[in-house]
């Protein structure tokens, strides 16, 4: 692989959510501030919104390592459970002891103990699910049920809710209304900017061990970034095939013909066809697509 031929210690552009490379972006900063001050209100539902591969999954990661020892967290990663086996998730990741067969009410007390148990002694319990777009509806209201529970003065849980823009839809329902209400915060994710696209590509190879005065040429960053729209899983994509076409071709740094064939052979980035060209790519950037094809 290219590791060595560029000085890097592991590939910087993996496609697991790892937060050693987190890159603070203005709307991963934003929503990071926002969900640190909803969960340090710790009333209301929360909710993070972002289309596919704009690091929703990261986001919630890096708030799960940022949490103080004061608050229990449970995370679902893939909520298209049903009502009972997704309070048996919730069990699981409480740490809690029940029995296969326990009935939905029997797994309701075994949680509702737990979270008066939990607040006794000072401590705070969120639920973090991710994929929430998924959840059947059934599912969504068993969890406002549980929201529900309270003493005199606190809600016994908080619930952050991370999902794809499909969440809002389900969420418009009628049915889904008293949950509507219930969401204090709302979170939006957005693509990075050409700018954002530069400085990500170029913290993830310094992370990775990079030495050197630019990994991407300037030409480089902005065909990565026009072609991704930004969105941050396919700018990883990019730059990785991008790195291995430099490598296979012996070059000490990427290049914009390097970006143009990995735009062409990767799912939902933009084509570097003639017609779809940026317009600062200009005519010297006909040369470079005719010696890609």
Known sequence: MYAAHFGLRELPFALTPDTAF?????????????LQIALAIGEGYVKVVGEVGTGKTLLCRRVLSRLPKTMVTAYVPNPALTPRTLLLSLCWELGLSVAQR???????????KALFTHRAA?????????????????SLECVRLLSNLETEKHKLIQVVLFGQPELD??????????????????????????DEVGQYLEHRMRVAGFIGERAFSHEATRTIAWASTGVPRLVNVLAHKSLMLAYGRGERNVGVAACWGSARDTADARSPK?????????RPMLATLSAIR
């Open 169 to 194: 839809r389900r969420l418009a329902r009628r049915e889904a209304r008293q949950l509507r209400q219930r969401i204090a915060f709302s979170v939006k994710l957005h693509p990075m900017t050409e």
């Open 274 to 282: 003639l017609f779809a060209l940026p317009s600062w790519a200009g």
């Open 22 to 34: 987190a890159f603070a972006s203005g709307t991963q900063r934003d929503a990071f501030n926002d």
């Open 102 to 112: 326990s009935t939905e009410f029997d797994l309701r007390v075994s949680i509702e």
């Open 122 to 138: 000072g401590r705070r319990v969120i639920l973090l699910i991710d994929e929430a777009q998924t959840m059947p509806m059934a």
